[in-house]
């Protein structure tokens, strides 16, 4: 299934696009420190050097005279990380929710889509803030805060699927062949639920990235980690003097959520019968 | 710096045009309007122009009269009497009185202003022989208590709407009657304070302006483009950010004003707590202290606005300044070998010890210093962890938890070393819980012998010698890197000037500031 899941996809315009976009990000966090060695808080050059002003900084530096393309580097790991994370953080516990909400209905649903509701009526970003400033800011809060106030749509995804593939006969004649609770929520009906899912994951990645540059650009990032927000918020003063600062990080968020939102529709694309022939 | 010189000179004037409506921009709302009670510089920028002082203090920091006329102290330094200026009426119309002065200084400078209390501790009693004379008997000299009585410092409260009132919650804090050039109109919350001429000031002609409107402009940014736009005439106190000031070099447009903080002489600084290991070794702060290249942190941090500190006493306080400090040039090797002798080695991965850099959030050239510090102690094997928490977060770890190594901030340490001073070092100070005492836990019994005889030196040169050592103590034992004396800057269109500068000018009453006339 998965060979031909894959060649489905490659043949999917957007996904094949966002694929590449992916690889391309991938390889600046995996290998940029090939290309741009050392400490991205290192101060090496005159500060506010434009791009190309000096071939030892290639993209210029910051206001402290640090190497733009180091801390584009050391961003790209820092936003992949935390994309990743960060969801898979919201997705364990969205389908956790919806899973069992889905299953067993009665007042085990209505209890935790009461939880669910309650965060959904804070708005994400304000919670995400608020969880960030109570602990201290650090790479670990920031990804559990962006994980915590991102899980509700999955949860209310997976319930529905819960509630529609419950009366399945696939499923009725599980139970009936004497098929625990357990192994019925995990191999039968959480395998046929997960295709949705998959989709609202990737799109999931993109928002948590733009998260957390925010939540950076506000002063509330890690102070010892070099993230795109992170020199975004150190930018923005200067951003009549030398936009590069803002303007680099900025195209480089741009890109990494259109990669993960192409990949998201594309997998909507392929994974969704319904769409097959769109 | 360049273009800072000549600049300077366009805010003066001899020609004043009377009329219009001054649009000025400071950094943050204040609370209130009460500086007698709260030292907050954004309160003391605006209260200024509407409430006065017996003083003010001219571009060299010697006093010049206010409300008193005429001031003397006793040759044994225990009496200091004011002539009190006469005629003069509050804003609504009673008379300015030596009982309104008796009253502020015992009910609320001693009681409440946070410097008030040391200012004046000395004065045990109070005297006024008649309505424009006051007389203050002291328990000992106080020499400093001169430097204190301007509007920010020692702000006068009209007795007849305070005495019996809760000071701190009276109504007027907030809609101000004081003498001054200006009277109190409105207060918008997150918009504007606007006040207008006194028609019957005591400084007759003036003021020229027909009244002053400060806009509360919350984004720094915006800030720039307001007084870009001619939306706003001046912005005082530093309220732009120092990486936007190169936009306003046209000299023909723009003017700058540098000597207007003086009287705060403000430093930044990192500060040690000296308490636990590996800081409470002298060696490692000396060793630390050369590792910390001051000319690089102005140019990067302050880019340039600003001189490097020497001591904790700042050198636009000529009086007290000695440069003859011992001082730590940046020297790798010599910091590495002082580690060593500490018996701080470097393991096999070249690293010694970690450290907490704490400062609190919102401020970024103190973030900046952290940063800069952090790459500085890497460099011979210190790692550096930083925190930011939020002001109160911050203020809570380092005065009352005393839980952190290093902490980056800036204090005023106003004219006169006694008050400013004294209180970062003096062991009596070490208070858990009160914010900006002896947070290190630096405690030095020769230091607190010299501090305390400073305090009540009458003769003014012993007293000279005597703060010249007590900076060469502090620069020896180092419980603070004095980083950067920052340069405070009001930037203003050329169409504000104003008769004479003053070196406590951010709380200038602005009676003898004009617009031009449009060209």
């Keep these: ?278 | 710096m360049a273009g800072f010189g000549p600049a300077t000179a366009q805010t003066v004037g001899d020609t004043p045009v009377r009329g219009g409506i001054l649009n000025a921009n400071i950094q943050t709302e204040p609370v209130g309007l009460n500086s007698a009670i709260n030292p907050t510089m954004f309160i003391g920028e605006v209260a200024s122009k509407i409430m006065e002082g017996l003083v003010a203090f001219d571009a060299d920091l010697k006093p010049v009269p206010a409300l008193a006329t005429r001031w003397d102290v006793s040759p044994d330094g225990l009496t200091v009497s004011f002539d009190l200026r006469k005629g003069v009426k509050w804003h609504d119309g009673k008379d300015f009185t030596a009982a309104d002065v008796e009253f502020t200084l015992k009910e609320v400078w001693q009681k409440l202003h946070p410097f008030g209390r040391s200012a004046f501790g000395n004065v045990t009693e109070v005297e006024t022989p008649n309505p424009h004379r006051i007389v203050l008997r002291l328990s000992a000299p106080a020499p400093y208590l001169l430097s204190y009585i301007n509007a920010y410092g020692a702000q006068l409260l009209p007795k007849h709407l305070y005495e019996g009132t809760d000071i701190v919650n009276n109504p007027y804090n907030l809609k101000p009657v004081g003498t001054g050039p200006f009277v109190f109109k409105e207060w918008v919350k997150g918009s504007h304070i606007r006040v207008e001429r006194n028609p019957d000031y005591w400084q007759k002609g003036q003021p020229y302006l027909d009244g002053i409107v400060f806009r509360f402009i919350p984004d720094a940014a915006a800030r720039v483009v307001a007084l870009q736009s001619g939306e706003v005439d001046v912005s005082v106190g530093s309220a732009l950010p120092a990486t936007s000031l190169g936009q306003f070099g046209d000299a023909s447009k723009y003017a700058f004003n540098l000597i207007e903080g003086n009287y705060l002489a403000t430093i930044a600084f990192a500060q040690f707590n000296v308490r636990n290991a590996p800081l409470s070794d002298k060696r490692v702060r000396q060793a630390l202290a050369h590792l910390i290249d001051k000319d690089a942190l102005l140019k990067v941090v302050y880019l340039g606005y600003g001189k490097v500190a020497t001591g904790p006493v700042p050198s636009s306080i000529a009086n007290y300044y000695t440069s003859d400090t011992r001082r730590y040039p940046p020297d790798p090797e010599r910091a590495a070998q002082l580690l060593d002798e500490a018996g701080y080695k470097a393991d096999a991965n070249g690293r010694r010890f970690k450290l907490r850099i704490i400062t609190a959030a919102g401020n970024t050239q103190n973030a900046r210093t952290a940063e800069f510090i952090k790459q500085a102690l890497g460099k011979v094997g210190v790692d550096v962890e930083i925190q930011v928490p939020d002001f109160a977060t911050f203020l809570r770890r380092v005065f009352t938890e005393q839980d952190y190594d290093l902490m980056v901030s800036s204090m005023h340490r106003m004219p006169d070393p006694t008050l400013g001073v004294q209180r970062i070092f003096w062991t009596q100070n070490i208070r858990k819980g009160v914010p900006w005492t002896n947070g290190s836990g630096y405690s030095n019994p020769r230091l607190d012998a010299i501090m305390e005889q400073a305090a009540r030196e009458a003769d003014e040169t012993k007293r000279k010698a005597q703060i010249r050592e007590w900076q060469q103590i502090v620069q020896e034992d180092v419980p603070l890197l004095e980083l950067v004396e920052p340069q405070w800057y009001t930037v203003s269109t050329v169409r504000f000037r104003k008769l004479a500068l003053q070196g406590d000018g951010l709380f200038s009453n602005w009676a003898d500031a004009w617009l031009e006339p449009k060209k």
């Design chain 1, 1 to 278: 299934m998965y060979p031909a899941l894959l060649k489905e996809l490659l043949r999917n315009r957007s996904a094949l696009t966002g694929l590449i976009l992916l690889a391309l990000v991938m390889c600046a966090a995996t290998l940029g420190h090939v290309w741009f060695p050392g400490d991205p808080w290192d101060m090496v050059g005159t500060p506010m050097l434009w791009p190309g002003e000096d071939p030892a900084n290639p993209l210029g530096t910051d206001i402290m005279g640090r190497d733009m393309a180091t801390g584009l580097v050391s961003g790209a790991k820092v936003s992949l990380l935390i994309g990743l994370v960060s969801t898979l953080i919201s997705a364990v516990v969205g389908i956790t929710f919806g899973a069992l909400g889905g299953f067993y209905r009665g007042w085990i649903d209505a209890f935790l889509m009461r939880v669910t509701e309650l965060f959904q009526t804070v708005p994400q970003f304000v919670l995400a803030v608020v969880l960030v400033a109570i602990f201290k800011p650090s790479v670990a809060t920031a990804t559990f805060a962006i994980g915590i106030v991102s899980w509700p749509p999955t949860a209310r995804l997976v319930r529905s699927e819960f509630l529609l593939l419950r009366e399945r006969e696939f499923i009725q004649a599980a139970r009936t062949l004497g098929m625990g609770d357990g192994r019925l929520i995990l191999t039968q009906i959480l395998p046929n639920a997960l295709p949705p899912v998959i989709v609202i994951a990737a799109l999931n990645i993109a928002t948590a990235i733009q998260t957390e540059a925010a939540l950076s650009f506000l002063g509330l990032g890690d102070p010892n980690v070099m993230s795109w927000g992170t020199i975004i918020g150190n930018g923005r003063e200067q951003v009549v003097d030398a936009w590069y600062i803002c303007g680099l990080p900025g195209i480089a968020i741009v890109i990494i959520v259109l990669a993960f939102s192409l990949l998201g529709e594309g997998l909507n694309d392929t994974l969704n019968p319904h769409l097959k022939e769109r």
